[in-house]
T-cell receptor, first 114, second 111 residues
Framework: DSGVTQTPKHLITATGQRVTLRCSPR?????VYWYQQSLDQGLQFLIQ???????AKGNILERFSAQQFPDLHSELNLSSLELGDSALYFC?????????????FGQGTRLTVV | GESVGLHLPTLSVQEGDNSIINCAYS??????FIWYKQESGKGPQFIID?????DKRQGQRVTVLLNKTVKHLSLQIAATQPGDSAVYFC??????????FGPGTRLSVLP
């Protein structure tokens, strides 16, 4: 158990809909990262938050947004969903900036858009 | 041998042999590198890390080598076992900024 919790584990929704994925980082970790992994593909970095503020942005679509709350949990919002958004979405957390520690990953949310 | 599959390069090794998985990283300013193992349907799991002031680090059955001159990272697995079958990713970062992952290599252990 990595200590990173993601909910829900599975999500099936229709095209055009909006969903929210939730992540609780490890206790004490200030950085949260979101990654997208399509079938048999690598991990595409979406966005990073550090202590509530956006820190780095990757290949995140404008239809997607995220935030990190004061209690450090994070949510990834995906809207106007398309079939191609079907993927595993991972959240990871780490000790934060200025500290080189590994990122711990949750078990992911499998999103299926039908 | 090593081959490029439809999505991920695949390395096939005989059980008991040593495996070497390679990774080229992109940012010369990266100062921390990690190897992750990802089993089917699970999140990536930490295997071993190395900081940029080192060129080799050993763990249990695993060794990571770092060559900063050519921006190359490798993971060596000794006496490969069936449980080692997974996708392996290298990741680079600089002081906790976003982790950039390599494309991944699927390791297939043959009986």
């Amino acid at each position: 158990d990595s200590g990173v919790t993601q909910t829900p584990k599975h999500l099936i929704t229709a095209t055009g809909q909006r969903v929210t994925l939730r992540c609780s980082p490890r206790s004490g970790d200030l950085s949260v990262y979101w990654y997208q992994q399509s079938l048999d593909q690598g991990l595409q970095f979406l966005i990073q938050y550090y202590n509530g503020e956006e820190r780095a942005k990757g290949n995140i679509l404008e239809r997607f947004s995220a935030q990190q709350f004061p209690d450090l949990h994070s949510e990834l919002n995906l809207s106007s969903l398309e079939l191609g958004d079907s993927a595993l979405y991972f959240c990871a957390s780490s000790g934060g900036l200025g500290r080189n520690t590994e990122a711990f990953f949750g078990q992911g949310t499998r999103l299926t858009v039908v | 041998g090593e081959s490029v599959g439809l999505h991920l390069p695949t390395l096939s090794v005989q059980e008991g042999d040593n495996s070497i998985i390679n990774c080229a990283y992109s940012n010369s300013a990266s100062d921390y590198f990690i190897w992750y193992k990802q089993e089917s349907g699970k999140g990536p799991q930490f295997i071993i890390d190395i900081r940029s002031n080192m060129d080799k680090r050993q763990g249990q059955r695993v060794t990571v080598l770092l060559n900063k001159t050519v921006k190359h990272l490798s993971l060596q697995i000794a006496a490969t076992q069936p449980g080692d079958s997974a996708v392996y990713f290298c990741a680079e970062t600089s002081y906790g900024q976003n982790f950039v992952f390599g494309p991944g290599t699927r390791l297939s252990v043959l009986p």
